[in-house]
């Protein structure tokens, strides 16, 4: 089975903190995935990558960046951190080598609060 | 951009009853996924399919193209079916998904 990690199942930090959230997954993906769900809003991306070193922005990239210096991790990293940023983000990788139907396998999610 | 709508947004229902959640998307796609997220949980894949339909225990998924629609049907229904279900849908020459809004279901005993 795919695992899916993500390093802090919940965290606290204060505005204006750089914040770090780690993601790593054990199968080879090579698309990786960061989403904040917020109620009433669903699932939004806010940057995905297909490769090492590759990034390409979502639908909410501004006030995040991402690295992906390996393959199986997939970081991102808040820059500073605000309120409005107080939310669940979840991971996901999913293969792709041409396959259409490559199902996404998400983390167990961190709640974040920024106060 | 692809539009996933769902519905209903919210279903109650008795142990036992048979339960449908539909799914419809605007533009053309590869892939549409079923996910399941329980409350405090984290996110599960069900089913990824692009044609017919598959069965799982006693979850079915259909798909059809043409009318761009697709239904999670659940037999049996129990308690622990409790959760909400997320519609998403992967665009032709593109990785991403784009997400439906979800449908929260109550499986009283």
């Known amino acids: 089975d795919v695992k899916v990690t993500q390093s802090s199942r919940y965290l606290v930090k204060r505005t204006g903190e750089k914040v770090f959230l780690e993601c790593v997954q054990d199968?080879?993906?090579?698309?990786m995935f960061w989403y904040r769900q917020d109620p009433g809003l669903g699932l939004r991306l806010i940057y995905f990558?297909?490769?090492?070193?590759?990034?390409e922005k979502g639908d909410i990239p501004e006030g995040y960046s991402v690295s992906r210096e390996k393959k199986e991790r997939f970081s991102l990293i808040l820059e500073s951190a605000s309120t409005n940023q107080t939310s669940m983000y979840l991971c996901?990788?999913?293969?792709?080598?041409?396959?259409?139907?490559?199902?996404?396998?998400f983390g167990n999610g961190t709640r974040l609060t920024v106060t | 951009k692809n539009e996933v709508e769902q519905s209903p947004q919210n279903l109650t229902a008795q142990e036992g009853e048979f339960i449908t959640i539909n799914c419809s998307y605007s533009v053309g796609i590869s892939a549409l996924h079923w996910l399941q997220q329980h409350p405090g949980g984290g996110i599960v894949s069900l089913f990824m399919?692009?044609?017919g339909k598959k069965k799982h225990g006693r979850l079915i998924a259909t798909i059809n193209i043409q009318e761009k629609h697709s239904s999670l049907h659940i037999t049996a229904s129990h308690p622990r079916d409790s959760a909400v279900y997320i519609c998403a849908v992967r665009e032709n020459y593109g990785q991403n998904f784009v997400f439906g809004p979800g449908t929260r279901l109550s499986v009283l005993p």
């Open positions: 199968m080879d993906h090579e698309n």
């Open positions: 996901a990788s999913s293969l792709w080598r041409g396959v259409n139907n490559s199902p996404l396998h």
């Open positions: 399919l692009s044609s």
């Open positions: 990558s297909y490769d090492v070193k590759m990034k």
